[in-house]
């Protein structure tokens, strides 16, 4: 359990003779744990405000509120001397500020032990916590720290109530991480699964979620920025529609790709859950991921199952959960790679959100004016503001071949599978470039050039 919170334990106690259910409440009690226990084994513009307080309108990126130092960014990120990598929306490289915390902290483990290592750096943890809080304008009692986001998604999901017949709305730009375990939820659980209509640019058309929310539904899941169109979807207003429905569902925001790269405000959000990756656009660690759960989820719902980490067997039949986000937690983890989680956070407040969003933006806009004048190629990127992920399709060449060949150059691309959302990408992969703050114009001509081989 956190042991920086002055907060008390929830005590839950469980009789030693259940109450006798029904032979169908037996099954659908059953089918729910049973269901919950393999999910979680299987493992308009969004305005807030940066480090001085100043208001900014994070997806129509005027200039930012502070000024990059790219330099620095291109100091600290040795592998950009030999690298073109435009492939953060991926894995970023991370700064070497947090691959040497990573290290270090190996060092210590190998110095005096792994319990004992992290009772050393306890402080700093939480710390780090805060970091993170800050970061998304959150509290830091709703922070957990995630083995990545996939693991965050399935906490949630065994953790909301779920029962035969709910409805769950998705977008439908969703990644297919996030889908699959609600595909399945329809057949396991019999939930209803209905995927949200586009607006005339591809986003969230909050009116016409409003309108669906007049039938009741139970949970409600929004991607900030799809990994695979380009697009940024108004969170605040998907939140707004939600809030004011009357079954008051349960709202989730999958932040994976804005996270480190978009301004974010949770208390204007209003989510209930939003989760993230730490390795994209923030430049963490692989292996790290974070949840950010609401007041509401904290005050209604026990995470499920639990862990050491976030629950005490207090006595015969009572449970201790602990009153913050820590309760969905693991007491495994890797402490190092945590550490450079919040070494990333750190980071990025360093540099400015602002200052980050408005260069990758420009960078991202800078390939999309090029890449639309060359042959063969296509912009498959939506919405009216855009966020810094670029997808293209050759109709010339198959985009592996491209990545690899690239690659061979040094220059990192990636392709985006079909699978990653056959509702909008069909049968046919793409070719996703992805630039971050520490890329410069070399290194988008460097890149373009090599593309423009491919064409007629």
């Given at each position: 359990?956190?042991?920086?919170?002055?907060?008390?334990?929830?005590?839950?106690?469980?009789?030693a003779?259940?109450k006798?259910?029904?032979?169908?409440?037996r099954?659908m009690s059953?089918?729910?744990t049973?269901?919950?226990?393999?999910l979680?084994?299987?493992?308009?513009?969004?305005?807030?405000a940066?480090?001085s307080?100043?208001r900014?309108?994070s997806?129509?990126?005027?200039q930012?509120p502070?000024?990059?130092?790219?330099?620095?960014?291109?100091?600290?990120?040795?592998?950009?001397?030999?690298?073109?990598?435009?492939?953060n929306?991926g894995?970023?490289?991370p700064?070497?500020?947090?691959t040497?915390r990573?290290?270090?902290?190996?060092?210590?483990?190998e110095?005096?032990?792994?319990?004992e290592?992290?009772?050393?750096v306890?402080?700093?943890?939480?710390?780090?916590?805060?970091?993170?809080?800050?970061?998304i304008?959150?509290?830091?009692e709703?922070?957990?720290?995630?083995?990545?986001?996939?693991a965050?998604?399935?906490?949630?999901?065994s953790?909301?109530?779920?029962?035969?017949?709910?409805?769950?709305?998705?977008?439908?730009?969703?990644?297919?991480?996030?889908?699959?375990?609600?595909?399945q939820l329809?057949?396991r659980?019999?939930?209803?699964?209905?995927?949200?209509?586009d607006?005339?640019?591809?986003?969230?058309?909050?009116d016409?979620l409003?309108?669906?929310?007049?039938t009741?539904?139970?949970?409600?899941?929004?991607?900030?920025a799809?990994?695979?169109?380009g697009?940024?979807?108004d969170?605040?207003?998907i939140?707004a529609?939600?809030r004011?429905?009357?079954?008051?569902?349960?709202?989730?925001?999958?932040?994976?790709?804005?996270?480190?790269?978009?301004?974010?405000?949770?208390?204007?959000?209003?989510?209930?859950f939003?989760?993230?990756?730490?390795?994209?656009?923030?430049?963490?660690p692989?292996?790290?991921?974070?949840?950010?759960?609401?007041?509401r989820?904290?005050?209604?719902?026990?995470?499920?199952?639990?862990?050491?980490?976030?629950?005490?067997?207090?006595?015969?039949?009572?449970?201790?959960?602990?009153?913050?986000?820590?309760?969905?937690?693991?007491?495994?983890?890797?402490?190092?790679?945590g550490?450079?989680?919040?070494?990333?956070?750190?980071?990025a407040?360093?540099?400015?959100?602002?200052?980050?969003a408005?260069?990758?933006?420009?960078?991202?806009?800078?390939?999309r004016?090029?890449l639309?004048?060359?042959?063969?190629?296509?912009?498959?990127?939506?919405?009216?503001?855009?966020?810094?992920?670029?997808?293209?399709?050759?109709?010339?060449?198959?985009?592996?071949?491209?990545?690899?060949?690239l690659?061979?150059?040094?220059?990192?691309?990636?392709?985006?599978?079909?699978?990653?959302?056959p509702?909008?990408?069909?049968?046919?992969?793409a070719l996703?470039?992805?630039?971050?703050?520490?890329n410069?114009?070399?290194?988008?001509?460097?890149?373009?050039?090599?593309?423009?081989?491919?064409?007629?």
């Amino acid at each position: 359990m956190s042991s920086d919170t002055m907060r008390p334990a929830i005590v839950r106690s469980y009789a030693a003779t259940p109450k006798l259910l029904s032979r169908h409440d037996r099954r659908m009690s059953n089918e729910f744990t049973l269901s919950c226990v393999a999910l979680f084994i299987m493992s308009p513009p969004l305005f807030a405000a940066d480090q001085s307080g100043q208001r900014f309108d994070s997806t129509a990126f005027p200039q930012p509120p502070r000024s990059l130092d790219r330099h620095r960014l291109r100091a600290d990120t040795p592998a950009v001397g030999h690298l073109v990598h435009l492939n953060n929306a991926g894995a970023s490289l991370p700064p070497q500020q947090v691959t040497e915390r990573v290290i270090a902290h190996l060092r210590l483990e190998e110095q005096i032990g792994g319990y004992e290592a992290a009772e050393r750096v306890a402080e700093e943890w939480e710390n780090g916590r805060k970091s993170l809080a800050q970061l998304i304008g959150g509290q830091s009692e709703g922070i957990a720290i995630m083995e990545s986001s996939t693991a965050a998604l399935h906490k949630v999901l065994s953790t909301v109530p779920l029962h035969s017949g709910d409805r769950i709305l998705v977008a439908g730009a969703e990644y297919a991480g996030t889908v699959l375990p609600l595909l399945q939820l329809t057949r396991r659980m019999g939930v209803q699964l209905d995927f949200l209509p586009d607006g005339p640019d591809g986003t969230v058309d909050a009116d016409e979620l409003s309108r669906q929310l007049r039938t009741p539904t139970r949970m409600v899941f929004a991607v900030h920025a799809p990994s695979h169109n380009g697009l940024i979807n108004d969170v605040i207003a998907i939140g707004a529609a939600t809030r004011a429905a009357q079954h008051q569902p349960w709202y989730v925001v999958d932040a994976c790709q804005s996270l480190g790269q978009l301004p974010i405000d949770v208390s204007q959000i209003d989510c209930d859950f939003l989760l993230a990756s730490g390795r994209k656009y923030l430049r963490g660690p692989r292996g790290t991921g974070v949840l950010c759960v609401g007041p509401r989820a904290l005050a209604e719902l026990d995470a499920f199952p639990l862990d050491v980490r976030g629950g005490t067997w207090a006595r015969a039949r009572d449970v201790e959960i602990d009153p913050t986000a820590v309760r969905f937690e693991n007491y495994e983890r890797s402490v190092a790679a945590g550490l450079g989680l919040m070494a990333a956070a750190d980071y990025a407040h360093q540099i400015g959100i602002g200052a980050i969003a408005g260069a990758v933006a420009r960078n991202a806009e800078y390939l999309r004016s090029h890449l639309g004048g060359l042959a063969d190629w296509r912009l498959l990127d939506r919405g009216k503001r855009r966020s810094g992920i670029v997808v293209v399709r050759s109709t010339a060449t198959p985009p592996g071949e491209i990545v690899s060949s690239l690659r061979r150059e040094r220059v990192n691309l990636h392709v985006v599978p079909a699978t990653s959302n056959p509702r909008e990408l069909g049968d046919q992969p793409a070719l996703r470039i992805s630039p971050h703050a520490f890329n410069n114009q070399a290194d988008l001509d460097r890149a373009l050039d090599l593309l423009a081989n491919f064409s007629s």
